[in-house]
């Protein structure tokens, strides 16, 4: 079955950095765009970015352009969120999203000093 586990989050300081990891089994993951997604609390869960089946073609919120990175890596089946210059409002829970069907549940991310 469909399975997305995503690792990596944890407590980091304003203007720090983390990377996110996804990692994709029960299906052919070079045959879909992959998304991540945030839902802070008390918010509704919005779109951080998206990435293409060849990994060359982005799209990114105007809120996090310039400061996050989405790659993949097909043969690993692992998709990534690289987030520099963290700032208190991208505190959140951050899902991996196979576009169209399946989410993982969730990694939580905290900015704070």
């Known amino acids: 079955q469909v399975q997305l586990v995503e690792s990596g989050g944890g407590l980091v300081q304003p203007g720090g950095s983390l990377r996110l990891s996804c990692a994709a089994s029960g299906f052919t993951f070079s045959n879909y765009a992959m998304s991540w997604y945030r839902q802070a609390p008390g918010k509704e869960r919005e779109l951080v970015g998206v990435?293409?089946?060849?990994?060359?073609?982005?799209k990114y919120a105007e809120s996090v352009k310039g400061r996050f990175t989405i790659s993949r890596d097909n043969a690993r089946n692992t998709l990534y969120l690289q987030m520099n210059s963290l700032k208190p409002e991208d505190t959140a829970v951050y899902y991996c999203y196979r576009t169209g069907d399946y989410w993982g549940k969730g990694t939580l991310v905290t900015v704070s000093s």
């Open positions: 990435i293409f089946i060849a990994g060359d073609s982005t």
